[in-house]
T-cell receptor
Framework: KQEVTQIPAALSVPEGENLVLNCSFT??????LQWFRQDPGKGLTSLLL?????REQTSGRLNASLDKSSGRSTLYIAASQPGDSATYLC????????????FGTGTRLLVSP | GAGVSQSPRYKVAKRGQDVALRCDPI?????LFWYQQALGQGPEFLTY????????KSGLPSDRFFAERPEGSVSTLKIQRTQQEDSAVYLC??????????????FGPGTRLTVL
């Protein structure tokens, strides 16, 4: 059974810092990996999707990497801003079965001005 | 266009009551998912529909949980005889096609269920 772990559970940084969020998964037979953002009282917003054959994806100040063989992904946020404060969730989709996502427990990020 | 919508946004139920949660997916989306998110946890898969067919219900925690999508559009998650452990946010997601490599799931805002 796929298990996804995210470290740290919470992170507080001053504005402007670069930061890294970590995600690890136990079964390397994945189809893709996604990073989501969740704001309080709102649904999930997809930030980046990395196919199993890819090593990284970039969108603006965000960069996500994937090392499938070691079961790890990182989300790098450059020059953090208070508006980045949210919970970040990592999710993997397996190679078999249908499209269900297996989520980590998330990293709660607070960026202070 | 409109995103995924869910109603009600908040629901308070007394233990033992039945509840029904509604999901309106993005128009034309083939796939529809339900997830349950307990406080401080990541979402956990409940069930999956492709059009009107329920292809995976392996995540439903008990036979008190029932989901349907009779016309391949709107879906309803029903919980019978609610219990306190059912308290969670129920998220609905839809995706355009079934199984494509770039098939992103779009999530609704969720229904927060509190069982007293």
């Amino acid at each position: 059974k796929q298990e996804v772990t995210q470290i740290p559970a919470a992170l507080s940084v001053p504005e402007g810092e670069n930061l890294v969020l970590n995600c690890s998964f136990t079964d390397s037979a994945i189809y893709n990996l996604q990073w989501f953002r969740q704001d309080p009282g709102k649904g999930l917003t997809s930030l980046l999707l990395i196919q199993s054959s890819q090593r990284e994806q970039t969108s603006g100040r965000l960069n996500a990497s994937l090392d499938k063989s070691s079961g790890r992904s990182t989300l790098y946020i450059a020059a953090s801003q208070p508006g980045d404060s949210a919970t970040y969730l990592c999710a993997v989709r397996g190679n078999t079965g249908f499209q269900k996502l297996v989520f980590g427990t998330g990293t709660r990020l607070l960026v202070s001005p | 266009g409109a995103g995924v919508s869910q109603s009600p946004r908040y629901k308070v139920a007394k233990r033992g009551q039945d509840v029904a949660l509604r999901c309106d997916p993005i128009s034309g989306h083939v796939s529809l998912f339900w997830y349950q998110q307990a406080l401080g946890q990541g979402p956990e898969f409940l069930t999956y529909f492709q059009n009107e067919a329920q292809l995976d219900k392996s995540g439903l925690p008990s036979d008190r949980f029932f989901a349907e999508r009779p016309e391949g559009s709107v879906s309803t998650l029903k919980i019978q005889r609610t219990q306190q452990e059912d308290s969670a946010v129920y998220l609905c997601a839809s995706s355009l096609i079934a199984g494509g490599p770039l098939d992103t799931q779009y999530f609704g805002p969720g229904t927060r269920l509190t069982v007293l």
